[in-house]
């Protein structure tokens, strides 16, 4: 459902004014986390929350990699072993998910901006209803999911795509911390941002 034709990827041009701050260095992998800390209050998870995962994230990153918060009000996630990045303009913020090596984020733009890139990347993806009651799980697959069907290295938390698409979850405040934890570590494990646990 849905076809497989790619994003098209478009020339990205940067100008001076749109380089990205010093803590951003390409001596690491870069992982951006896109948590949707303002916003629509079906993305909205609590930041006592996010604290808890990326903390136990960052526990477990391999030491070349540096994990990279990417949010206008991530000021409230300072200290749970991410760099914050909360005043970036439009365009630093395109060039910092163009330049990660993973992406991790609930439903949003920066999906399409990995997608151009190839990059792996971990979608939430919320129960949106109760913001645009037209956001049924076929459409958002169909619709807001278009150009990246194909892509083996997009994983989705909450959207299944078989027998049909469906939510798998209500709104980010239904989601259990657990579950969360679950999912993605396996993901990061299986992409190799963890240290060996040998």
Not at 14 to 39: C, F, M
Not at 51 to 56: D, S, V
Not at 98 to 121: C, F, M
Not at 147 to 161: F, S, T
Request: charged share 25%; hydrophobic share 40%.
């Amino acid at each position: 459902m849905g076809g497989g034709r790619k994003l098209f990827a478009p020339p990205l041009q940067w100008l001076p004014e749109d380089a990205l701050p010093s803590s951003w260095s390409k001596e690491y992998r870069n992982i951006v986390v896109q948590p949707h800390l303002i916003g629509l209050p079906s993305k909205r998870w609590e930041a006592e929350r996010w604290r808890e995962i990326l903390g136990r994230f960052s526990e477990r990153l391999d030491d070349g990699c540096r994990l990279h918060v990417l949010d206008p009000g991530g000021a409230v996630l300072v200290g749970c072993g991410a760099v914050v990045h909360d005043g970036l303009s439009l365009p630093q913020a395109i060039r910092m998910v163009s330049e990660a090596d993973a992406l991790i984020a609930v439903d949003s733009w920066s999906k399409y901006v990995a997608g151009w890139q190839e990059i792996p990347q971990f979608i939430i993806v919320p129960d949106q209803r109760g913001d645009y009651p037209q956001l049924t799980a076929e459409s958002v697959w169909r619709h807001s999911f278009r150009g990246l069907h194909w892509n083996p290295k997009l994983r989705m938390l909450g959207l299944e795509r078989k027998p049909r698409p469906h939510y798998t979850m209500g709104t980010m405040d239904t989601l259990e911390p657990e579950r969360l934890w679950r999912e993605l570590s396996a993901w990061a494990e299986e992409i190799g941002l963890f240290r060996s646990s040998h």
